[in-house]
Protein backbone atom coordinates (compact mmCIF):
# COMPACT_ATOMS: atom_id res chain seq x y z
CA UNK A 1 0.00 0.00 0.00
CA UNK A 2 1.36 3.23 -0.83
CA UNK A 3 2.19 6.08 1.64
CA UNK A 4 0.00 9.49 0.86
CA UNK A 5 3.68 10.99 0.57
CA UNK A 6 4.48 8.29 -1.67
CA UNK A 7 1.60 8.67 -3.88
CA UNK A 8 1.68 12.39 -4.10
CA UNK A 9 5.42 12.03 -5.50
CA UNK A 10 3.64 9.45 -7.89
CA UNK A 11 0.27 12.27 -9.09
CA UNK A 12 3.39 15.26 -9.26
CA UNK A 13 5.76 13.34 -11.56
CA UNK A 14 4.32 10.76 -13.43
CA UNK A 15 2.09 13.56 -15.85
CA UNK A 16 5.71 15.04 -16.56
CA UNK A 17 7.13 11.48 -17.23
CA UNK A 18 7.26 11.25 -21.35
CA UNK A 19 6.07 7.56 -21.06
CA UNK A 20 2.90 8.44 -19.60
CA UNK A 21 1.90 12.51 -21.09
CA UNK A 22 -0.59 11.07 -22.97
CA UNK A 23 -2.18 9.51 -20.37
CA UNK A 24 -6.03 10.25 -19.73
CA UNK A 25 -6.04 11.80 -15.90
CA UNK A 26 -8.35 8.29 -15.16
CA UNK A 27 -5.77 6.19 -16.10
CA UNK A 28 -3.07 8.09 -14.01
CA UNK A 29 -4.69 7.63 -11.06
CA UNK A 30 -5.25 3.72 -12.24
CA UNK A 31 -1.66 3.20 -13.24
CA UNK A 32 -0.38 5.17 -9.51
CA UNK A 33 -1.93 1.68 -7.90
CA UNK A 34 0.74 -0.34 -10.03
CA UNK A 35 3.60 1.62 -8.75
CA UNK A 36 5.87 1.14 -5.72
CA UNK A 37 8.15 3.69 -4.42
CA UNK A 38 11.70 3.00 -2.52
CA UNK A 39 13.81 5.17 -1.42
CA UNK A 40 17.78 4.90 -1.94
CA UNK A 41 20.56 6.19 -0.32
CA UNK A 42 23.57 7.76 -1.66
CA UNK A 43 25.65 4.84 -2.89
CA UNK A 44 23.59 2.31 -2.89
CA UNK A 45 23.52 0.06 -6.08
CA UNK A 46 20.11 -0.09 -7.30
CA UNK A 47 20.42 -2.41 -10.37
CA UNK A 48 22.93 -4.24 -11.73
CA UNK A 49 24.65 -5.16 -15.00
CA UNK A 50 23.58 -8.39 -16.56
CA UNK A 51 21.16 -9.17 -13.34
CA UNK A 52 17.96 -10.54 -14.03
CA UNK A 53 15.07 -7.85 -13.45
CA UNK A 54 12.43 -6.38 -15.65
CA UNK A 55 11.00 -3.31 -13.83
CA UNK A 56 10.97 0.36 -14.69
CA UNK A 57 12.35 2.81 -12.14
CA UNK A 58 11.23 6.68 -12.47
CA UNK A 59 13.44 8.74 -10.53
CA UNK A 60 11.36 11.24 -8.49
CA UNK A 61 13.93 12.45 -6.46
CA UNK A 62 17.21 12.41 -6.59
CA UNK A 63 19.94 11.83 -9.31
CA UNK A 64 21.78 8.47 -10.07
CA UNK A 65 24.47 7.34 -12.24
CA UNK A 66 24.05 4.62 -14.90
CA UNK A 67 27.29 2.91 -16.38
CA UNK A 68 28.84 0.17 -17.86
CA UNK A 69 31.36 -1.70 -15.72
CA UNK A 70 34.04 -3.85 -17.40
CA UNK A 71 34.98 -7.36 -15.32
CA UNK A 72 38.32 -5.89 -14.23
CA UNK A 73 36.43 -2.97 -12.13
CA UNK A 74 36.85 -0.34 -15.67
CA UNK A 75 33.65 2.08 -15.74
CA UNK A 76 32.06 3.51 -18.55
CA UNK A 77 29.45 6.62 -17.28
CA UNK A 78 26.41 6.43 -19.61
CA UNK A 79 24.46 8.85 -18.25
CA UNK A 80 23.46 10.70 -15.07
CA UNK A 81 19.44 10.86 -14.83
CA UNK A 82 17.32 13.04 -12.56
CA UNK A 83 13.93 13.91 -11.54
CA UNK A 84 11.30 12.47 -14.42
CA UNK A 85 14.15 10.73 -16.00
CA UNK A 86 13.32 6.60 -16.10
CA UNK A 87 15.37 3.29 -16.27
CA UNK A 88 15.01 -0.20 -17.29
CA UNK A 89 13.51 0.38 -20.13
CA UNK A 90 14.88 -1.88 -22.01
CA UNK A 91 14.69 -4.85 -20.00
CA UNK A 92 11.14 -4.10 -19.12
CA UNK A 93 10.49 -4.11 -23.13
CA UNK A 94 12.40 -7.41 -24.12
CA UNK A 95 12.14 -9.32 -20.91
CA UNK A 96 15.92 -9.58 -20.89
CA UNK A 97 18.92 -8.46 -18.35
CA UNK A 98 19.72 -5.44 -16.85
CA UNK A 99 22.33 -3.95 -19.69
CA UNK A 100 24.25 -1.16 -17.37
CA UNK A 101 24.65 -0.87 -13.46
CA UNK A 102 22.59 2.14 -11.57
CA UNK A 103 23.90 3.79 -8.98
CA UNK A 104 22.45 6.63 -6.22
CA UNK A 105 24.51 9.73 -6.39
CA UNK A 106 22.01 11.11 -3.92
CA UNK A 107 19.40 10.05 -1.59
CA UNK A 108 16.91 9.51 -4.17
CA UNK A 109 13.05 8.46 -4.58
CA UNK A 110 12.53 5.81 -7.08
CA UNK A 111 9.14 4.86 -8.67
CA UNK A 112 9.12 1.21 -9.80
CA UNK A 113 6.71 -0.39 -12.35
CA UNK A 114 6.91 -4.38 -12.67
CA UNK A 115 6.80 -5.25 -16.16
CA UNK A 116 3.58 -7.40 -16.13
CA UNK A 117 1.68 -4.26 -14.54
CA UNK A 118 3.16 -1.77 -17.98
CA UNK A 119 2.49 -4.71 -20.26
CA UNK A 120 -1.26 -4.92 -19.14
CA UNK A 121 -1.62 -1.35 -18.85
CA UNK A 122 -0.06 -1.24 -22.66
CA UNK A 123 -2.80 -3.32 -24.15
CA UNK A 124 -5.62 -1.45 -22.92
CA UNK A 125 -3.64 2.34 -23.50
CA UNK A 126 -1.63 1.52 -27.16
CA UNK A 127 -0.60 5.12 -27.13
CA UNK A 128 2.13 4.55 -24.43
CA UNK A 129 4.07 2.01 -26.92
CA UNK A 130 4.44 4.85 -28.94
CA UNK A 131 5.92 7.18 -26.48
CA UNK A 132 8.00 4.84 -25.24
CA UNK A 133 9.35 4.40 -29.38
CA UNK A 134 9.77 8.46 -29.16
CA UNK A 135 11.66 8.18 -25.56
CA UNK A 136 13.90 5.67 -27.12
CA UNK A 137 14.68 6.64 -29.97
CA UNK A 138 16.25 9.84 -28.19
CA UNK A 139 18.27 7.91 -26.51
CA UNK A 140 19.69 6.14 -29.26
CA UNK A 141 20.56 9.16 -31.21
CA UNK A 142 22.13 10.56 -27.63
CA UNK A 143 24.09 7.05 -27.82
CA UNK A 144 24.78 8.04 -31.83
CA UNK A 145 26.05 11.40 -30.87
CA UNK A 146 28.52 9.72 -28.09
CA UNK A 147 30.08 6.92 -30.27
CA UNK A 148 30.35 9.78 -33.43
CA UNK A 149 32.37 12.26 -30.72
CA UNK A 150 34.15 8.89 -29.38
CA UNK A 151 35.15 7.99 -33.01
CA UNK A 152 35.88 11.40 -35.03
CA UNK A 153 37.69 13.29 -31.89
CA UNK A 154 41.03 12.53 -31.40
CA UNK A 155 42.49 12.07 -27.57
CA UNK A 156 42.49 15.85 -26.60
CA UNK A 157 38.82 16.79 -27.95
CA UNK A 158 37.06 13.81 -26.31
Given amino acids: ?30 IIQDFKVVHVKRGDDIVFQSDEGTDLYIVFRGKVKVSLVSPGGGEFILSTLHEGDFFGEMSLIDGRSRSATVVAEEDTALGILRRDRFLSTMKQIPIIAFDLLIALVARLRKADEMIETLEFLDVNER
Fill in 1 to 30: MLSEKDKELLVKFLGKVPLFTNFPPEHLVR
